[in-house]
């Protein structure tokens, strides 16, 4: 009998302890800190923080993180590298995932783009930002020569008819007071007997940061049309006003802001609001002088 005894005394010792080994993990999350990342195409190594989260003291760890790329516009092995596929995290805290970013010295339009997925190995564990996207921005924009001369062309927003202005009119030069700041001197378009100044104020200007990414903040002033002062705003795919800045990028000897519109909005003195002009396929083509 004493046995008998010993031996179930055994088993359900043996039983609870494999009950106790089965580490519930579900309070563990792993993520990105970023749905979405820009980096420069000549950075080099781009290295991108992932989280590990939800510990607790009784837990035991070891968690093993697979790390997959899937490319889009950017090629893998062409315009990218992935250094880590597997990411082992002993605690909570954060690990480095890297990933080489190659500058093949190409002149390309655009950005390439690509995305990097977490998918945790050990069971259990949760993922709430499973996916980054990377863009990288070319840095052709520093091999090309931004000062120079511009003509300038875009489309009416609401009647599609066509404006320009003169063969090379429109003039960027670098602001010597604000590195990275370029200004755009006479922009005015004409259509047909028409002519539309898009500023009676200050020139407008548009930003280039050490990415060679280039940007032009909205709500730059235009001046008073005679009905008030006025300023730019930028109109989003659904019709909607947006403070947002508007992107520019490089094309061959082209630079093309990206944005459903760009609108001159006018407030007179009392508070009412009058559109000047409203744009849309905008495009500055350099000219050769």
């Known amino acids: 009998m004493k046995q008998i005894i010993y031996s179930l005394w055994i088993l359900l010792f043996l039983v609870g302890c494999g009950e106790s080994d089965k580490v519930d993990y579900t309070t563990l999350t792993v993520d990105f800190l970023k749905s979405r990342i820009d980096v420069g195409e000549n950075s080099g190594i781009l290295e991108i923080p992932v989280v590990l989260s939800g510990c607790r003291s009784d837990i035991p760890l070891s968690i093993s993180v697979q790390v997959t790329a899937e490319d889009h516009s950017g090629i893998l092995g062409v315009d990218y590298e992935l250094l880590d596929s597997k990411l082992i995290f002993q605690g909570c805290g954060t690990a480095t995932l890297r990933v080489r970013i190659i500058d093949n010295d190409q002149i390309e339009e655009g950005y390439k783009s690509f995305t990097i997925h977490l998918n945790p190995e050990t069971a ?28 300038l062309t875009a489309q009416n927003f609401i009647e599609d008819s066509r404006l320009s202005s003169t063969l090379g009119a429109v003039q960027i030069v670098a602001d010597e007071n604000s590195p990275g700041r370029y200004v755009m001197h006479n922009l005015v378009l ?26 032009m903040p909205v709500e730059q002033a235009i001046g008073d049309y ?64």
Request: hydrophobic residues 40%; proline residues 3%.
């Open 190 to 215: 004409t259509d047909g007997d028409k002519v539309l100044p898009l500023t009676r104020a200050n020139s407008l200007y548009f930003t280039v940061d050490a990415a060679g990414k280039m940007m």
């Open 124 to 151: 259990g564990v949760q993922t709430k930002i499973p996916v980054t996207k990377v863009d990288i921005i070319s840095d052709d924009v520093q091999k090309f020569t931004i000062v120079g001369n511009y003509t």
């Open 226 to 289: 005679g009905k008030g002062n006025g300023f730019t705003i930028r109109l989003t795919d659904k019709g909607y006003t947006s403070v947002n800045p508007i992107e520019i990028r490089l094309s061959g000897n082209r630079l093309i802001f990206v944005t459903d519109g760009l609108v001159g909005i006018v407030i007179d003195d009392k508070d009412q609001l009058s559109v000047y002009y409203a744009l849309k396929n905008i495009i500055l083509e350099k000219v050769n002088t």
